[in-house]
Protein backbone atom coordinates (compact mmCIF):
# COMPACT_ATOMS: atom_id res chain seq x y z
CA UNK A 1 0.00 0.00 0.00
CA UNK A 2 1.06 3.38 -0.98
CA UNK A 3 1.87 6.00 2.35
CA UNK A 4 -0.03 8.68 2.24
CA UNK A 5 1.85 12.07 1.14
CA UNK A 6 1.87 15.47 3.03
CA UNK A 7 -1.21 16.55 1.04
CA UNK A 8 -3.42 13.50 1.99
CA UNK A 9 -1.67 13.62 5.30
CA UNK A 10 -2.65 16.95 6.15
CA UNK A 11 -6.09 16.35 4.80
CA UNK A 12 -6.43 13.73 7.32
CA UNK A 13 -5.56 15.68 10.49
CA UNK A 14 -7.54 18.36 9.29
CA UNK A 15 -10.21 15.89 9.42
CA UNK A 16 -8.94 15.23 13.02
CA UNK A 17 -8.34 18.63 13.82
CA UNK A 18 -10.70 18.86 17.09
CA UNK A 19 -8.29 15.91 18.61
CA UNK A 20 -5.37 17.55 17.25
CA UNK A 21 -5.31 20.87 18.68
CA UNK A 22 -5.66 19.04 22.13
CA UNK A 23 -2.64 16.87 21.77
CA UNK A 24 -0.49 19.56 20.19
CA UNK A 25 -1.97 22.96 21.87
CA UNK A 26 -3.24 21.25 24.94
CA UNK A 27 -3.55 24.94 26.41
CA UNK A 28 -5.49 26.44 24.34
CA UNK A 29 -9.72 27.27 24.00
CA UNK A 30 -12.14 27.05 21.65
CA UNK A 31 -13.68 30.16 20.21
CA UNK A 32 -16.20 29.86 18.02
CA UNK A 33 -14.86 27.56 15.18
CA UNK A 34 -11.50 28.21 16.17
CA UNK A 35 -8.92 26.91 18.81
CA UNK A 36 -7.11 29.75 20.11
CA UNK A 37 -3.70 29.66 21.76
CA UNK A 38 -0.50 31.33 22.47
CA UNK A 39 1.93 32.20 19.96
CA UNK A 40 4.67 29.90 18.94
CA UNK A 41 7.30 32.03 20.41
CA UNK A 42 5.85 31.99 23.79
CA UNK A 43 5.34 36.07 23.42
CA UNK A 44 1.34 36.83 22.51
CA UNK A 45 -1.01 35.17 25.01
CA UNK A 46 -3.83 34.38 22.24
CA UNK A 47 -2.03 35.18 18.76
CA UNK A 48 -2.17 31.93 17.38
CA UNK A 49 -5.96 30.35 15.76
CA UNK A 50 -6.62 27.04 14.18
CA UNK A 51 -10.04 26.67 12.47
CA UNK A 52 -11.76 23.66 13.54
CA UNK A 53 -14.77 23.54 11.12
CA UNK A 54 -15.47 25.19 7.62
CA UNK A 55 -13.81 25.49 4.17
CA UNK A 56 -10.57 25.61 6.11
CA UNK A 57 -10.80 23.62 8.68
CA UNK A 58 -7.02 22.46 9.86
CA UNK A 59 -5.91 26.07 8.59
CA UNK A 60 -3.76 27.81 11.20
CA UNK A 61 -2.17 31.48 11.53
CA UNK A 62 0.10 32.77 14.26
CA UNK A 63 -0.82 36.56 14.09
CA UNK A 64 2.29 37.81 16.10
CA UNK A 65 4.78 35.95 13.82
CA UNK A 66 3.03 36.23 10.30
CA UNK A 67 3.30 31.74 10.05
CA UNK A 68 0.73 29.90 8.61
CA UNK A 69 -0.06 26.34 7.02
CA UNK A 70 -2.21 23.86 7.49
CA UNK A 71 -2.27 20.87 9.91
CA UNK A 72 0.66 19.44 8.99
CA UNK A 73 2.46 22.63 9.04
CA UNK A 74 1.17 22.82 12.59
CA UNK A 75 2.53 19.49 13.33
CA UNK A 76 6.35 19.99 12.24
CA UNK A 77 5.76 23.84 13.49
CA UNK A 78 4.66 22.69 17.07
CA UNK A 79 6.96 19.25 17.74
CA UNK A 80 10.06 19.66 15.21
CA UNK A 81 11.24 22.89 14.88
CA UNK A 82 9.71 23.28 11.28
CA UNK A 83 11.05 19.73 9.91
CA UNK A 84 8.34 18.02 7.43
CA UNK A 85 9.98 14.82 7.17
CA UNK A 86 9.49 14.32 10.87
CA UNK A 87 5.83 15.59 11.09
CA UNK A 88 4.83 13.17 8.43
CA UNK A 89 6.30 9.96 10.37
CA UNK A 90 4.27 11.13 13.56
CA UNK A 91 0.77 11.75 11.42
CA UNK A 92 0.76 8.75 10.04
CA UNK A 93 1.67 7.48 13.76
CA UNK A 94 -0.61 9.41 15.28
CA UNK A 95 -3.22 8.09 12.38
CA UNK A 96 -2.52 4.61 13.15
CA UNK A 97 -0.96 4.54 9.72
CA UNK A 98 2.72 3.22 10.45
CA UNK A 99 3.48 0.58 13.01
CA UNK A 100 6.66 2.20 14.28
CA UNK A 101 6.16 4.74 16.71
CA UNK A 102 6.38 8.62 16.35
CA UNK A 103 9.64 10.05 16.12
CA UNK A 104 10.60 11.83 19.43
CA UNK A 105 8.98 15.11 19.44
CA UNK A 106 10.82 18.42 20.77
CA UNK A 107 8.29 20.77 21.13
CA UNK A 108 9.18 24.41 19.08
CA UNK A 109 7.71 26.63 22.05
CA UNK A 110 6.35 26.12 25.44
CA UNK A 111 2.84 25.32 25.87
CA UNK A 112 2.53 28.29 27.65
CA UNK A 113 3.86 31.66 27.87
CA UNK A 114 7.06 32.46 29.23
CA UNK A 115 6.97 32.39 33.18
CA UNK A 116 7.64 36.26 33.70
CA UNK A 117 7.02 39.64 31.77
CA UNK A 118 10.62 39.69 31.94
CA UNK A 119 11.01 36.86 29.77
CA UNK A 120 8.59 38.14 27.23
CA UNK A 121 9.79 41.01 26.67
CA UNK A 122 13.62 39.64 26.42
CA UNK A 123 12.22 37.35 23.49
CA UNK A 124 10.46 40.38 21.99
CA UNK A 125 13.61 42.14 21.71
CA UNK A 126 15.70 39.57 20.09
CA UNK A 127 13.06 39.18 17.44
CA UNK A 128 12.87 42.70 16.52
CA UNK A 129 16.36 42.97 16.48
CA UNK A 130 16.89 40.17 14.45
CA UNK A 131 13.98 42.18 12.66
CA UNK A 132 15.85 45.43 12.66
CA UNK A 133 19.57 43.28 11.30
CA UNK A 134 18.11 41.72 8.24
CA UNK A 135 16.31 45.18 7.36
CA UNK A 136 19.02 47.34 7.41
CA UNK A 137 21.79 44.58 5.42
CA UNK A 138 19.12 44.69 2.46
CA UNK A 139 19.63 46.66 -0.62
CA UNK A 140 17.06 50.08 -0.19
CA UNK A 141 17.41 50.96 -3.93
CA UNK A 142 14.52 49.01 -5.36
CA UNK A 143 15.41 50.43 -9.45
CA UNK A 144 16.46 47.44 -11.47
CA UNK A 145 16.16 44.56 -8.71
CA UNK A 146 13.99 41.61 -9.01
CA UNK A 147 11.65 43.36 -6.60
CA UNK A 148 11.19 45.82 -8.72
CA UNK A 149 10.70 43.65 -11.58
CA UNK A 150 7.99 41.97 -9.46
CA UNK A 151 5.89 44.56 -8.63
CA UNK A 152 6.05 45.76 -12.17
CA UNK A 153 4.64 42.08 -12.95
CA UNK A 154 1.71 43.02 -10.58
CA UNK A 155 0.91 45.93 -12.46
CA UNK A 156 2.94 48.41 -9.76
CA UNK A 157 5.63 50.87 -11.49
CA UNK A 158 7.61 52.59 -8.71
CA UNK A 159 8.86 55.60 -11.41
CA UNK A 160 5.05 56.30 -11.65
CA UNK A 161 5.10 57.30 -7.65
CA UNK A 162 8.03 59.49 -8.27
CA UNK A 163 9.49 58.28 -5.25
CA UNK A 164 9.75 55.01 -4.00
CA UNK A 165 8.84 53.79 -0.50
CA UNK A 166 11.70 53.70 2.20
CA UNK A 167 9.79 50.88 3.84
CA UNK A 168 10.83 48.59 1.17
CA UNK A 169 14.26 47.25 0.85
CA UNK A 170 15.81 44.17 -1.82
CA UNK A 171 17.85 41.71 -0.55
CA UNK A 172 19.64 38.11 -2.31
CA UNK A 173 19.53 35.75 0.00
CA UNK A 174 17.14 35.29 2.71
CA UNK A 175 16.46 32.00 4.92
CA UNK A 176 13.55 30.12 4.59
CA UNK A 177 12.34 27.82 6.79
CA UNK A 178 10.36 26.10 4.54
CA UNK A 179 12.35 25.61 1.83
CA UNK A 180 15.47 25.29 3.89
CA UNK A 181 17.09 27.77 1.45
CA UNK A 182 18.34 31.04 0.72
CA UNK A 183 16.08 32.96 -1.75
CA UNK A 184 15.64 36.55 -2.75
CA UNK A 185 13.11 38.45 -0.45
CA UNK A 186 11.11 41.70 -0.59
CA UNK A 187 11.72 42.91 2.78
CA UNK A 188 8.98 45.76 4.46
CA UNK A 189 9.71 47.32 7.47
CA UNK A 190 6.87 46.76 10.17
CA UNK A 191 6.67 50.21 12.23
CA UNK A 192 4.88 50.17 15.52
CA UNK A 193 3.14 53.26 17.09
CA UNK A 194 5.87 54.52 18.65
CA UNK A 195 7.44 54.83 15.26
CA UNK A 196 10.11 52.39 15.80
CA UNK A 197 10.32 49.36 13.44
CA UNK A 198 9.08 45.98 15.55
CA UNK A 199 9.31 43.46 12.76
CA UNK A 200 10.01 42.74 9.09
CA UNK A 201 7.67 41.28 6.55
CA UNK A 202 9.55 39.05 3.86
CA UNK A 203 8.28 38.13 0.30
CA UNK A 204 10.25 35.53 -0.89
CA UNK A 205 10.85 36.17 -5.02
CA UNK A 206 11.79 33.62 -7.96
CA UNK A 207 12.53 33.74 -11.39
CA UNK A 208 10.49 31.87 -14.10
CA UNK A 209 11.91 30.23 -17.18
CA UNK A 210 10.66 33.07 -19.19
CA UNK A 211 12.66 35.35 -16.95
CA UNK A 212 9.94 37.17 -15.04
CA UNK A 213 9.76 37.55 -11.22
CA UNK A 214 7.20 36.16 -9.22
CA UNK A 215 6.65 35.29 -5.30
CA UNK A 216 8.56 31.79 -4.95
CA UNK A 217 6.03 28.66 -5.11
CA UNK A 218 6.05 28.04 -0.95
CA UNK A 219 2.84 27.27 0.96
CA UNK A 220 4.07 30.32 2.73
CA UNK A 221 6.30 32.84 0.98
CA UNK A 222 5.18 35.29 3.11
CA UNK A 223 6.26 35.62 6.79
CA UNK A 224 6.85 37.98 9.58
CA UNK A 225 9.65 38.19 11.74
CA UNK A 226 9.32 40.24 14.64
CA UNK A 227 6.27 41.91 16.64
CA UNK A 228 3.97 42.31 14.10
CA UNK A 229 1.08 43.36 16.43
CA UNK A 230 -0.30 46.80 15.65
CA UNK A 231 2.17 47.95 13.57
CA UNK A 232 2.17 48.56 10.22
CA UNK A 233 4.15 48.80 6.42
CA UNK A 234 4.74 52.76 5.89
CA UNK A 235 4.13 52.81 2.05
CA UNK A 236 2.92 56.20 1.33
CA UNK A 237 2.99 59.54 2.36
CA UNK A 238 0.16 60.69 0.54
CA UNK A 239 0.02 64.76 -0.49
CA UNK A 240 1.79 66.23 2.37
CA UNK A 241 4.16 63.69 2.28
CA UNK A 242 4.83 64.15 5.97
CA UNK A 243 5.72 61.00 7.99
CA UNK A 244 2.94 59.44 10.06
CA UNK A 245 3.77 60.72 13.21
CA UNK A 246 3.28 64.64 12.14
CA UNK A 247 0.14 63.81 10.00
CA UNK A 248 -2.04 67.09 9.20
CA UNK A 249 -5.28 67.72 11.33
CA UNK A 250 -8.28 65.71 9.48
CA UNK A 251 -5.87 63.86 7.29
CA UNK A 252 -7.05 60.44 5.44
CA UNK A 253 -5.34 57.51 5.86
CA UNK A 254 -6.08 54.07 3.48
CA UNK A 255 -5.09 51.32 5.37
CA UNK A 256 -4.76 47.63 3.34
CA UNK A 257 -4.13 44.40 4.11
CA UNK A 258 -0.81 43.68 1.73
CA UNK A 259 1.69 45.44 0.24
CA UNK A 260 1.17 44.87 -2.93
CA UNK A 261 -2.71 45.99 -2.37
CA UNK A 262 -1.73 49.21 -0.45
CA UNK A 263 0.79 49.94 -3.48
CA UNK A 264 -2.11 49.59 -5.98
CA UNK A 265 -3.75 52.11 -3.63
CA UNK A 266 -1.20 54.61 -3.47
CA UNK A 267 -1.14 54.44 -7.33
CA UNK A 268 -4.80 54.81 -7.70
CA UNK A 269 -5.15 57.78 -5.33
CA UNK A 270 -1.57 59.05 -4.68
CA UNK A 271 -3.32 62.04 -2.24
CA UNK A 272 -3.82 59.55 0.28
CA UNK A 273 -1.98 58.07 2.86
CA UNK A 274 -1.74 54.52 2.86
CA UNK A 275 -0.53 52.11 5.06
CA UNK A 276 -0.47 48.08 4.94
CA UNK A 277 -1.56 46.42 8.22
CA UNK A 278 0.08 43.01 6.40
CA UNK A 279 -3.00 40.86 7.49
CA UNK A 280 -6.29 41.58 8.10
CA UNK A 281 -6.52 40.96 11.85
CA UNK A 282 -3.70 43.03 12.45
CA UNK A 283 -6.11 45.87 10.79
CA UNK A 284 -8.22 45.85 14.23
CA UNK A 285 -4.54 46.62 16.25
CA UNK A 286 -3.22 49.42 14.80
CA UNK A 287 -2.04 52.89 16.33
CA UNK A 288 -2.54 55.96 14.72
CA UNK A 289 -2.14 59.57 16.01
CA UNK A 290 -4.87 61.92 16.32
CA UNK A 291 -4.71 63.56 13.63
CA UNK A 292 -5.98 61.26 11.16
CA UNK A 293 -9.67 61.52 11.45
CA UNK A 294 -10.64 59.67 8.73
CA UNK A 295 -9.69 55.98 8.02
CA UNK A 296 -10.81 53.91 4.29
CA UNK A 297 -9.91 50.14 5.07
CA UNK A 298 -9.39 48.96 1.59
CA UNK A 299 -11.31 45.20 2.15
CA UNK A 300 -10.45 42.09 0.29
CA UNK A 301 -13.37 40.56 -1.84
CA UNK A 302 -13.60 37.47 0.48
CA UNK A 303 -16.60 36.42 -0.59
CA UNK A 304 -18.90 34.24 2.41
CA UNK A 305 -15.99 34.16 4.34
CA UNK A 306 -17.21 34.53 8.32
CA UNK A 307 -13.67 34.70 9.81
CA UNK A 308 -13.05 37.37 7.13
CA UNK A 309 -16.10 39.37 7.82
CA UNK A 310 -15.33 39.18 11.91
CA UNK A 311 -11.80 40.33 11.68
CA UNK A 312 -13.18 42.99 8.97
CA UNK A 313 -15.60 44.37 11.45
CA UNK A 314 -13.54 44.22 14.68
CA UNK A 315 -11.27 46.83 12.19
CA UNK A 316 -14.16 48.89 12.16
CA UNK A 317 -15.54 49.06 15.58
CA UNK A 318 -11.67 49.96 16.47
CA UNK A 319 -11.40 53.02 14.43
CA UNK A 320 -14.93 54.13 15.02
CA UNK A 321 -14.58 53.43 18.99
CA UNK A 322 -11.36 55.63 18.99
CA UNK A 323 -13.80 58.46 17.08
CA UNK A 324 -12.63 58.07 13.43
CA UNK A 325 -14.86 58.33 10.32
CA UNK A 326 -14.43 54.56 8.73
CA UNK A 327 -15.09 54.49 5.19
CA UNK A 328 -15.01 50.81 3.49
CA UNK A 329 -13.75 50.30 -0.06
CA UNK A 330 -13.67 47.15 -2.05
CA UNK A 331 -12.35 46.74 -5.59
CA UNK A 332 -14.91 46.85 -7.90
CA UNK A 333 -12.62 44.00 -9.63
CA UNK A 334 -11.10 40.81 -8.90
CA UNK A 335 -9.70 40.43 -4.94
CA UNK A 336 -8.40 43.51 -4.45
CA UNK A 337 -7.12 46.51 -5.81
CA UNK A 338 -4.03 45.01 -7.23
CA UNK A 339 -6.39 43.56 -9.80
CA UNK A 340 -7.37 46.64 -11.32
CA UNK A 341 -4.03 47.25 -12.27
CA UNK A 342 -3.08 43.64 -13.61
CA UNK A 343 -6.09 44.01 -15.61
CA UNK A 344 -5.50 47.09 -16.89
CA UNK A 345 -2.01 45.54 -18.02
CA UNK A 346 -3.75 42.64 -19.85
Known sequence: MTRPGAGELARMLAANVASLVRELLPNGHREGNEWVHASLSGTSRRSLSVRLAGTKQGVWGDFSSGEAGDALDLVAMVLYRGDKGDAMDWARAWLGLADAAAPVAERRAPVAPPATAADADAEAETLRGAARRLFLAAQPGLAGTPVAAYLAGRGIDLAELGRQPRSLRFHPSVLNRESDQFRPAMLAAVTNGAGDMAAVHRTWLQQEADGRWTKAKLLNPKMSLGQLAGGTIRLWRGASRKPLKDALEGET?????????????????????????????????IELPPAVRTV??????????????????????????EGRTVRLARSPVGKDFNDILTADAT
Request: charged share 20%.
Open 253 to 285: AIVAEGVEDGLSCALLCPELRVLSAVSLPNMAR
Open 296 to 321: ILAADNDGDNPAAAKALQRAIDHFAG
